[in-house]
């Protein structure tokens, strides 16, 4: 009997392992396949690029095995895209004999506001060399068309509509909520503006948020409309009208404002683009897609020689190595120390896309940040965010590059310690006891602090407040207490930034790897970019379970998910954090 059970079960383990291993093997031959299928695209005569940009865009590659299996399984329209995907193929078409023109097809954009503004200096860059570039869309939406404004012909389909109401800032509070639960939120903070724990306090936006949140939403629209000023050559004060009493309702309107040049179908609006290249309506013209036109060539990479190393991070900062989304504080130690330990590396332009998070991490980061100074340059380039734990990563570096557009500063810091004794005890029926050693052996979660244990945790949070502002300060060769006016976790644009001295030059990734250049004293050079990415067998061997739930939980909650996000990140915060509203949602 024994010696069935025990065949039974080592067939049962045979199967199972014959199983695991043809399922490797099978999505292992679909990403080898679906590779192969998405190999660098063959350019014929009068070819166009086709930027469709309603896909989620991001600064680092997708590093989740299941998306990518799921972006074999569909078509190249619609996987997921870098911005240094999108950034190459705009640039590699401007000299490309083949590439004619540029086409943008739909008007939702899927990435930032500063990823616009990157993608709009793009653009502009690529009519420098005498390039068309067209537009068609069944809707427009508002930031999308920072870049779409500098097309030459923009089609709205008869039945579509073009958003122009200015921005909109959403925040969410959950101080009823958690009342009704059961729970309390201890909060322990530093600055007038440090809005990120008001949700957890208040039912009501306070004066001193609603303030900051004006002010940003209002440098960022009159970026916006200057821009957009610039590119349909029309008055600022014309667009400010047309948008503060929403006058464009209707594709005619659009046409009238000088915002579009037509109202017409697809069909149409390609059409016009054969007819510009000399073709009659019935040739072909061949579209090529960013992900295709952007596929690197085969070949080895670059080892010897000069290198300016690029490293993204991007996500809210979490202690250790963080997982794929997050920035993991020792993960982003460990790659700038080798970084400064390759000889090949002459300069590091750190590119960050962060609301913050641990003030553990975002300081084991400026460590290495402040010995890589003493080797070679770092230069920070912000992209859509780069505010409290993410401005703690770059005022540590030798120069500081945003958008006028970035959101960043948020010079703050908080603690957030849950008292869930009502819930535990009134309406969950569960008793604590609590025995400790000392007098303040606190115990979070279980019980409320004593007004001792507060004013210890106070002096955390205030102890890390001032090692903030004097780190920056430092950095930006700034007096304390000068830096501390623009400090009190207070929201500021990019332009702004620039203004009061946080922000050394405006300008995009181009520009900070150019300075890195420069301030390395190179003429001649690579680019390598990190962290580089991953084969699809390095992908499989990550916690794939944990993966492919988080997959699943974006697909089922959509819009939805950010907020299962937020609240997960509140119930991994341990410590000091800085971190700007992460709730803050503009539209």
């Not at 012909?153 to 800032?169: H, R, S």
């Amino acid at each position: 009997m024994i010696d069935f059970i025990k065949g039974m079960l080592g067939s049962m383990f045979g199967v199972l392992a014959a199983v695991g291993i043809l399922f490797i093997f099978g999505v292992s031959m679909i990403a080898v396949v679906g590779s192969a299928d998405k190999g660098k695209a063959i350019l014929q005569d009068n070819s166009i690029l086709r930027l469709s940009l309603d896909v989620p865009i991001s600064e680092v590659p997708n590093e989740s095995p299941f998306e990518n299996i799921a972006g074999v399984l569909q078509s190249d329209e619609k996987s997921p895209l870098t911005m240094k995907e999108i950034l190459d193929a705009i640039d590699n078409a401007k000299e490309d004999e083949k590439i004619k023109a540029i086409y943008i097809d739909g008007g939702i954009f899927m990435g930032g506001k500063a990823m616009a503004t990157e993608i709009r200096m793009a653009l502009l860059s690529f009519k420098e060399s005498g390039k068309k570039i067209y537009t068609y869309a069944d809707m427009i939406a508002e930031n999308a068309y920072l870049y779409i404004s500098v097309s030459d012909e923009i089609y709205l389909n008869p039945a579509g509509i073009m958003e122009f109401d200015g921005l909109t800032a959403n925040v969410v509070y959950y101080k009823d909520f958690l009342d009704k639960l059961g729970v309390e939120m201890q909060v322990f903070r530093v600055g007038k503006y440090k809005s990120a724990v008001e949700p957890f306090l208040d039912n009501e936006m306070s004066e001193s948020n609603r303030e900051q949140i004006t002010s940003y939403l209002n440098g960022m629209y009159d970026f916006y409309l200057s821009s957009i000023a610039e590119s349909r050559g029309m008055e600022v004060k014309m667009l400010e009208k047309a948008s503060d009493h929403a006058k464009i309702r209707t594709p005619e309107d659009a046409v009238n404002y000088k915002l579009i040049t037509k109202v017409g179908y697809r069909d149409e609006a390609i059409d016009k683009i054969k007819t510009d290249l000399g073709l009659s309506t019935d040739e072909s013209i061949y579209l090529v897609n960013v992900k295709k036109y952007a596929a690197p060539e085969e070949g080895p990479e670059m080892n010897q020689g000069s290198h300016i190393a690029v490293l993204t991070c991007e996500g809210n900062i979490v202690d250790g190595k963080g997982m794929p989304g997050q920035i993991g504080g020792d993960k982003v130690a460990a790659q700038l120390k080798k970084l400064r330990e390759d000889d090949n590396v002459k300069a590091v332009v750190l590119r960050i896309n962060s609301p913050g998070g641990s003030g553990l991490a975002s300081d084991i980061m400026w460590r290495e940040i402040q010995l890589m100074k003493t080797k070679k340059p770092i230069i920070a380039s912000m992209s859509n965010v780069a505010a409290s734990g993410g401005y703690y990563m770059a005022m540590g570096c030798d120069k500081i590059l945003a958008y006028p557009n970035t959101i960043t500063g948020s010079i703050g810091v908080f603690s957030l310690i849950p008292n869930a004794k009502e819930l535990l005890e009134d309406k969950l029926g569960m008793k604590t006891y609590t025995v400790s050693t000392g007098e303040f052996s606190m115990t979070p979660v279980l019980d409320a602090l004593s007004p001792k244990e507060q004013e210890i945790v106070q002096q955390f949070v205030d102890n890390f407040y001032e090692t903030f502002t004097a780190k920056a300060a430092a950095g930006r060769n700034m007096d304390q207490e000068k830096l501390k006016e623009y400090a009190q976790g207070r929201v500021w644009t990019g332009k702004q930034a620039k203004e009061i001295g946080l922000v050394d030059e405006l300008g995009g990734i181009d520009k900070a790897v150019e300075l890195a250049a420069e301030s390395a004293g190179l003429e001649e050079y690579d680019i390598q970019y990190y962290p580089r990415k991953k084969s699809f067998a390095e992908l499989l061997m990550q916690d794939v379970a944990e993966q492919y739930t988080r997959a699943q939980l974006k697909e089922k909650l959509g819009p939805f998910y950010q907020i299962y996000e937020n609240a997960q990140l509140v119930g991994e915060m341990k410590g000091v954090q800085a971190i700007m509203p992460y709730q803050l949602n503009i539209q």
